[in-house]
C-alpha cells in the first residue's frame, strides 16, 4: 500500500507487515523511474517498495501452504492481482503504464501449465465473468467483461480501457486505450496539471523534494514533466519502445492512423457504455447513485496547508467537481 513508503520502514517491518532482514532492500541499487528525480526520498521508497512486496510474497506462501495441508490444492483456481500500479507519482492514479500494466498470475492445477505465459490483453473487469463461468455459474448481460479462461474464452480483446476521474478532493478526467503495442490517452482536463497538490499524495517523502527542485529549476528533462501546467489533449506512446510513456506521438504525422484508431476505440466504449463523468457528481448525488463527499472534500482543502507560492501548479483553488473545472476543460 502506497501508506507503507510514507515513513521510514523499519516501522513497520517487524510489526503487522513483516519482511524478514534477509529480504530486505537497498536504495542504493533501487531503479529509479527517469520521470523522477533520483533522490534519497525516492531511493528509499522504491526500496521501501521492494519491501513490501517481498512481505507480500511471504504472505502469499503461507496461504498456498494452507491449501496444501488441507488438501484443496487440486481443486482451487488462485488468482494474484494487484488493483493498481506502484504508489509514486505519475504511476498508481494514472493512466500509463506503470498505473494500470498491472501483475497477474493464476495456478490452475491440471489446466494450466506451470511456468507458462499469456500476452493476451485482460481487462479486470473481465476477472468477474472468468470467475463466475469456472465456477459454473450464468454471467449476468450487464457485465463488461469476458471470459478469459476455459471452455468459455472469448475471442482475444483488441483493445483494453481505463480511466481517471476525481481522485480524493482533486478533479480529473482521463480517457485511455490500449493495445498490444500503443497507449492511447484522451486529456479531457488538459488546463489541469498533473501534479494537482492532493493531500494523500503529499504524504509521500518524495513529493517536497521533487516540488522544490522544480520551483528551483532544477529539474529538467524527463524529470520535469509531471511538473508541466498543463497537459496535451491527447497523449499516444508506442509502449513496447517507450514502456515509460515519455515521448508522446500524437502530433507525429506517421502516426496519425494509429491515433485515429485508439480515438476510435474509447469514443466507441463510451458510446456503448456510457460515460458517468460526462455529469456533474451534484447530479449523481441527488440521484443517490454516489454518496455526497463534497463538502468533506472542499473542507479537506481548506484545511490542508497551501503550497509555497513558487511551487504551486494549476488553479488555486484546485476545482472539486465538474462544473468547477469548465475552464480547464477541453470544451471549456
Known amino acids: 500500500h502506497e501508506s507503507r513508503m510514507f515513513k521510514e520502514a523499519p516501522e513497520w517491518h517487524a510489526k503487522a507487515f513483516p519482511c524478514p532482514q534477509e529480504s530486505r532492500h537497498d536504495p542504493q541499487f533501487a531503479p529509479v523511474p527517469p520521470y523522477l528525480p533520483d533522490t534519497p526520498e525516492l531511493r528509499q521508497q522504491v526500496a521501501t517498495y ?42 498508481k492514479r494514472w493512466c500509463y503504464d506503470a498505473g494500470i500494466h498491472l501483475p497477474l498470475i493464476i495456478r490452475w492445477p491440471r489446466e494450466l501449465a506451470a511456468g507458462s505465459v499469456a500476452d493476451q490483453l485482460v481487462a479486470w473487469v473481465d476477472i468477474a465473468p472468468t470467475i463466475l463461468s469456472l465456477a459454473g455459474v450464468p ?5 463488461q467483461g469476458q471470459i478469459f479462461l476455459g471452455e468459455n474464452k472469448a475471442p482475444e480483446r483488441r483493445y483494453v480501457f481505463a480511466g481517471r476521474d476525481r481522485m480524493d478532493e482533486v478533479f480529473d478526467k482521463q ?11 484522451r486529456n479531457d482536463a488538459p488546463g489541469l496539471p498533473w501534479a494537482q497538490r492532493q493531500g494523500y499524495m503529499e504524504q509521500q517523502p518524495v513529493m517536497p523534494v521533487a516540488r522544490k527542485l522544480h520551483a528551483e529549476g532544477k529539474l529538467s528533462g524527463d524529470e520535469a514533466v509531471f511538473f508541466a501546467k498543463a497537459k496535451p489533449p491527447e ?16 502530433g507525429d504525422p506517421a502516426y496519425a492512423d494509429h491515433l485515429a484508431r485508439l ?12 460515460d458517468m463523468g460526462e455529469t456533474d457528481e451534484s447530479v449523481w448525488i441527488e440521484k443517490g447513485v454516489v454518496t455526497d463527499r463534497l463538502q468533506e472534500y472542499r473542507d479537506r482543502l481548506s484545511r490542508e496547508p497551501l503550497l509555497p507560492p513558487e511551487q504551486q501548479i494549476g488553479p488555486d483553488p484546485i476545482p472539486t467537481t465538474l462544473e468547477d473545472a469548465r475552464p480547464w476543460l477541453r470544451d471549456g
Open 50 to 91: 521492494y519491501d513490501a512486496v517481498s512481505a507480500i510474497d511471504q504472505q502469499i506462501g503461507e496461504r498456498l501452504r494452507w491449501l496444501d495441508e488441507n488438501g484443496m490444492r487440486d481443486n482451487t483456481v488462485v488468482i494474484l492481482l494487484s488493483d493498481h500500479g506502484r504508489g509514486l507519482p505519475r504511476e
Open 139 to 143: 454471467v449476468p448481460d450487464h457485465y
Open 175 to 185: 480517457r485511455c486505450a490500449r493495445d498490444r503495442k500503443f497507449h492511447y490517452i
Open 235 to 250: 497523449e499516444l506512446y508506442d509502449a513496447e519502445a517507450d514502456p515509460d510513456c515519455l515521448h508522446n506521438l500524437a
Open 263 to 274: 480515438r476510435g476505440a474509447v469514443e466507441g466504449i463510451l458510446a456503448k457504455h456510457g
